[in-house]
C-alpha cells in the first residue's frame, strides 16, 4: 500500500490513537515487558580502562566510559549470548502478566541484534555467536507460542555508523535505517515499534527534524498499518506516533490527548550490570501497575540479560511475584482493560481504576484513623455492591451526595493492594 501523504500537519492522517483498531490491544493490554540486550551487555557494566581503573555504566558504557570504537568492535566480536532463551524469557512474561514484549534490536551503539544484510555489526556477523541462530526469530516464535505480543526498540542514533554525525552523509544514513526497519518489518512482523535517540547530542543541532519523524512515521504506517508507534519516532515531548513514553516516572494523573506508557528499570539501569542491586520490591512494583492502570497508562518494565542471555534471577523472582499478585483472585482486573475511572478523585490512600460499571479501589496505605476509606465523587453514581477481592470480608458502604465510605471488616488484608470492587451504576 502507498504510504499515507507526509508533511507537517499531516500527523492526523491516521486514525485517532484513541480509537483506532491499531491500538486496540495495546489500550486494553496495559502491561508489558521491556528488553534492553546489545553488545554492551558483554562488559555486564564494567570496563576497565588501559591504566587498570574500572569504569561503569551500562548501555551507555562505550560512550560514557570512551571505549575506542576499535576496542568496542573487539568486544562486540566476543559477544556470545549463548543462554538466550526465548522460550524461558516468553514464559516469564507470560507468567508475570505481561502481554506484549519490546526488546532493543538495536541500540545507540548501532549493533543489530539480528542478522542484518545492511550492514556487518550485528550479532550474526560480528560476534561468537552460533551463525545459524536469530534470537529476534526465536523471540517472535516463542511469544506468538503463547500469545504475547512482539516489538522492536530502535534507536535512531547510531554511535557505529560513521553517517550519521555527518550532517552531508546523514541522508545514506536515513537510508540504510529505512532498509533496516523494512527487514525487520517483514521479517518479524512486529506489533511495536518503539522509536528513541531521536533526540541524539551528537551536534549542537540535533539532525533528527520534526520532518523526519514525520516521514519515518508515514513510512512505517507505510509498511504495516497495524504497528504501534511511539512518539519518539519525533522530537520528544511533541506528541507524535501513537504513544506517549514518560520514562522512570509515572505521571500523577491521566495525560490529556495522549496514549502513554511509563518504562522502566527493575533496579536502576536499562542493561545488565553485575553491580546495580538496587531492585524495587515486588509491592512497590505491583502498586507501580495499579497506580498507571488507574490514570489509564501501560507499564513497560525492563529487564536486562546478560552477557550470555540469561534474565537476572532477581528480575524474574519479581515478575514472577507481580503475576501471582495479578492471577490471585482476578486483582488484574483493576488492570487489564481498565482505566482512570472518571466517577471518582484519585484518593491519597492509593489508587481506582474503572472498567465497565465495575470500580476497583486498590487500597496501598490504610489510613491512621482506622478502617474507613472515603472516595471523593467527580460525578454522581450509585454504588449497588462492594466486596474485596480474595476475602471473604464485608465492606460497609456509606454514600453522601458527594463521597463514599468504604469500611472493610478487619482492614488490611493484603500486603500489596487490598483491591475494593464496587459495582456501580452512573447516573445521568
Ligand atoms: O538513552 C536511552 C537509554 O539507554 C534507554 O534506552 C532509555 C529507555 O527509554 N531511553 C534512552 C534515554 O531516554
Known sequence: AAPPPTGPGTDYA????????????????????????????????????????VCQDAEWIQRNCQIPRAEYEQIAAKFNPAGFDANAIAQ???????????????????????????????????????????????LKRATAARDVKLGFYYSIWDWHDPDFP??????????????????????????VLWFDGEWSADRPNNPWTEKDGEELEAYVRGLDPSIVVNNRVGKRRVVDGDTGTPEQEIPDKPVDGQLWESCMTLNGSWGYTDWDHNWKSPADLTRKLLSIAGR?????????????????????????????????????????????????AEPGWGVVSRRGDKLYASVFDWPASGGSLTLDALAPFRVRD???????????????????????????TNDIATVIELSVDPLP
Open 166 to 191: 555527518d550532517p552531508a552523509t546523514f541522508p545514506k544514513y536515513k537510508e540504510r535505517m529505512y532498509a533496516q526497519l523494512k527487514e525487520l518489518v517483514d521479517n518479524y512482523h512486529p506489533a
Open 386 to 412: 462492594a466486596r474485596v477481592l480474595g476475602s471473604g470480608q464485608r465492606v460497609k458502604v456509606e454514600q453522601s451526595s458527594g463521597s463514599v465510605k468504604l469500611t472493610p471488616s478487619g482492614g488490611r
Open 296 to 344: 489509564s497508562g501501560n507499564f513497560l518494565l525492563n529487564v536486562g540479560p546478560d552477557r550470555n542471555g540469561r534474565v537476572p534471577q532477581e528480575s524474574v523472582d519479581r515478575l514472577k511475584q507481580m503475576g501471582q499478585w495479578l492471577r490471585t483472585a482476578k486483582q488484574s482486573s483493576a488492570v487489564y482493560g481498565a482505566s482512570a475511572p472518571g466517577l471518582v
Open 14 to 53: 491516521y486514525d485517532d490513537p484513541f480509537t483506532a483498531d491499531r491500538t486496540r490491544w495495546w489500550r486494553e493490554d496495559r502491561f508489558g515487558q521491556f528488553i534492553h540486550f546489545g553488545a554492551y551487555s558483554q562488559l555486564q557494566g564494567k570496563y576497565q580502562r588501559p591504566d587498570g581503573t
Open 92 to 138: 516469564t512474561a507470560k507468567d508475570a502478566g505481561q502481554k506484549y514484549v519490546v526488546i532493543t534490536s538495536k541500540h545507540h551503539e548501532g549493533y543489530a541484534m539480528w542478522p542484518t544484510k545492511v550492514n556487518k555489526f550485528n550479532l550474526r556477523d560480528h560476534s561468537s555467536f552460533d551463525k545459524n541462530r536469530d534470537i529476534l526469530a526465536e
